[in-house]
């Protein structure tokens, strides 16, 4: 097989218009298509829904659907808030803090930067709930490969400990 990218990743919003309206104005995002069914295509279900396409850059692509006939969405009670989110890379760190400004001059609330080692992050949520994360790549020569050479190690130790592996414990230490 013979990937050639990630064609969407979509995503369920309560409101398409007020999804549109908040990718648009705060992260800056280009509304590129939506589709309107009353019938779902893959299955056949009698189901209206917006599905509507957010150009996330570089040819990525962040969809959502509005489903006005199903339950209020809601989120997995069993994981973290902190765990699912939506990750977005910014150029550098001076687009992060004026990304991070932009947002909260929009009202909302933004946690960070969080210093990674290898990239800083801000948080914040959107309308509907969903966590997103802007990133800022920091690292330095030779760190992605030491990672990379150690992932094998650390998903074998965690298998069998299930307890954080010290391989790459560096990325921790005297972070400001």
Same mark, same amino acid.
Request: hydrophobic share 40%; proline share 7%; with cysteine.
């Given at each position: 097989? /013979?990937?050639?990218?990630?064609?969407?990743?979509?995503?369920?919003?309560?409101? =398409?218009?007020?999804?549109?309206?908040?990718?648009?104005?705060?992260?800056?995002? %280009?509304?590129?298509?939506?589709?309107? *069914?009353?019938?779902?295509?893959?299955?056949?279900?009698?189901?209206?829904?917006?599905?509507?396409?957010?150009?996330?850059?570089?040819? !990525?692509? #962040? =969809?959502? +659907?509005?489903?006005? /006939?199903?339950?209020?969405?809601?989120? %997995?009670?069993?994981?973290?808030?902190?765990?699912?989110?939506? =990750? +977005?890379?910014?150029?550098?760190? %001076?687009?992060?803090?004026?990304?991070? *400004?932009?947002?909260?001059?929009?009202? #909302?609330?933004?946690?960070?930067?969080? /210093?990674?080692?290898?990239?800083?992050?801000?948080?914040?949520? %959107?309308?509907?709930?969903?966590? #997103?994360?802007? =990133?800022? !790549?920091?690292? *330095?020569?030779?760190?992605?490969?030491?990672?990379?050479?150690?992932?094998?190690?650390?998903?074998?130790?965690?298998?069998?400990?299930?307890?954080?592996?010290?391989?790459?414990?560096?990325?921790?230490? !005297?972070?400001?």
């Amino acid at each position: 097989m /013979n990937l050639q990218g990630i064609h969407h990743v979509a995503y369920r919003c309560n409101d =398409a218009r007020e999804t549109v309206s908040f990718y648009q104005e705060v992260l800056g995002m %280009d509304f590129q298509l939506a589709i309107a *069914e009353d019938q779902v295509p893959s299955t056949g279900e009698p189901d209206p829904y917006m599905h509507i396409f957010m150009d996330a850059g570089n040819g !990525n692509v #962040l =969809a959502f +659907f509005e489903l006005p /006939n199903s339950p209020n969405m809601g989120k %997995d009670p069993n994981t973290p808030a902190w765990v699912q989110h939506i =990750a +977005f890379k910014v150029k550098d760190m %001076d687009a992060l803090l004026a990304a991070k *400004e932009r947002i909260e001059a929009a009202g #909302l609330e933004v946690l960070g930067p969080v /210093n990674h080692t290898i990239f800083k992050s801000i948080y914040f949520f %959107d309308p509907n709930g969903h966590r #997103l994360e802007l =990133a800022a !790549n920091t690292s *330095e020569p030779g760190m992605l490969e030491r990672l990379h050479e150690v992932a094998p190690d650390m998903i074998d130790e965690w298998s069998r400990t299930k307890r954080a592996p010290q391989h790459a414990a560096w990325l921790h230490e !005297n972070n400001d």
